[in-house]
């Protein structure tokens, strides 16, 4: 089978994961925008990470047989520095217009300030500008709170509800998200957020409908097989190969398809050629190139 991994950041993860995730059978990633795990302190930080999400990691992904998307935006955890925030909000109108740019994205809430509002708000209003699809981090304290919050706003936005896909659900919160239109999202970690038999019931539960699954892997404690490892649980559980693919590969990508700029024809193993260069940087730094034939002629 093949996988999709709809919200994973890999410029944090190494080749090893790569190898290790072809191996598995992911064909496709997206990378949303996200924060270093200290504070962005210029704005000249925050160019060269965009360009880096659209350049060398889109090229790096592909010398495994990846296809890597991305979604931009400005991390809730950085909306609280408002001038900086400011000039993020002036850059990410052409980003957004990027041909590997698939959404806004993560926006939402970390501690549910007003700086936070205000920026969550911003960016939906660019998101129904630019008609792109977006991803909603809901916060890891008080996430029930934060969820209806979120709802809330997404609701006052005006903003097509089926061009929103809420992340990081739960027992608590999914049921708040089946009550609108928005697509649902869960992360799969190691020892917090969600773990394969708890997804495994909910998908029983509530059924396979806009529900995504996601390894959010970062630069912390985190897994880039667990959508592959969600799927193997499925299927261990009675769902069927058509079932799996529906929620492990179908689903993302059919949300984020939304954009025009991705789709279920679009996405599949590609190629290796580590003859070629970013740059003229190579992801082999002197090794010996893997070169493949197309798979898909």
Same mark, same amino acid.
């Given at each position: ?5 709809? =919200?994973? =950041? ?6 090893? /994961?790569?190898?290790? *995730? ?11 925008? +996200?924060?270093?795990?200290?504070? $962005?302190? &210029?704005?000249?930080? +925050? ?9 060398? @990691? ?8 990846? *296809?890597? +998307? ?10 609280? /520095?408002?001038?900086?925030? @400011? ?9 957004? &217009? ?11 809430? /970390? ?5 936070? /509002? ?41 903003? !097509? @509800? ?5 992340? =990081? ?27 394969? %038999?708890? *997804? ?35 299927? @261990? ?11 492990? +590969?179908?689903? %993302?990508? !059919? ?5 025009? $700029?991705?789709?279920?024809?679009? #996405? ?10 970013? !740059?003229?940087?190579? #992801?082999?730094?002197? &090794?010996?190139?893997? #070169?493949? &034939?197309?798979?898909?002629?």
């Amino acid at each position: 089978m093949q996988y999709f991994d709809p =919200h994973i =950041h890999m410029l944090s993860r190494t080749t090893d /994961d790569y190898q290790n *995730m072809a191996a598995a059978g992911i064909v496709g990633v997206i990378e949303p925008a +996200f924060w270093l795990g200290q504070p $962005r302190t &210029q704005l000249g930080s +925050f160019v060269d990470y965009f360009d880096t999400l659209i350049g060398w @990691e889109h090229f790096r992904a592909s010398q495994f047989g990846i *296809m890597h +998307f991305c979604t931009m935006g400005l991390n809730p955890k950085e909306a609280n /520095d408002v001038e900086l925030a @400011e000039g993020v909000m002036k850059l990410l109108p052409r980003y957004c &217009q990027k041909d590997n740019v698939v959404g806004v994205g993560e926006i939402g809430y /970390d501690d549910m300030t007003p700086e936070e /509002d205000r920026f969550l708000s911003e960016q939906l209003e660019l998101a129904k500008s630019l008609n792109l699809p977006v991803l909603i981090h809901t916060p890891h304290r008080d996430k029930v709170n934060g969820t209806k919050r979120t709802l809330d706003v997404i609701k006052e936005s005006g903003i !097509n @509800e089926e061009m929103v896909l809420v992340d =990081h659900l739960n027992e608590q919160t999914l049921p708040l998200v089946l009550e609108t239109g928005c697509w649902r999202g869960h992360s799969i970690y190691p020892n917090t957020k969600m773990s394969e %038999p708890r *997804m495994v019931a909910l998908l029983q539960q509530y059924g396979l409908d806009k529900m995504i699954v996601n390894s959010a892997a970062d630069w912390g404690i985190s897994d880039p097989l667990k959508v592959p490892k969600t799927a193997q649980a499925m299927l @261990e559980s009675g769902f069927s190969e058509a079932e799996v693919e529906l929620v492990t +590969f179908k689903n %993302p990508i !059919n949300f984020f398809a939304q954009s025009g $700029r991705i789709s279920l024809d679009m #996405v599949r193993k590609t190629a290796i050629d580590q003859t070629k260069t970013f !740059n003229d940087n190579r #992801v082999t730094r002197g &090794q010996e190139p893997v #070169v493949e &034939q197309d798979p898909n002629k």
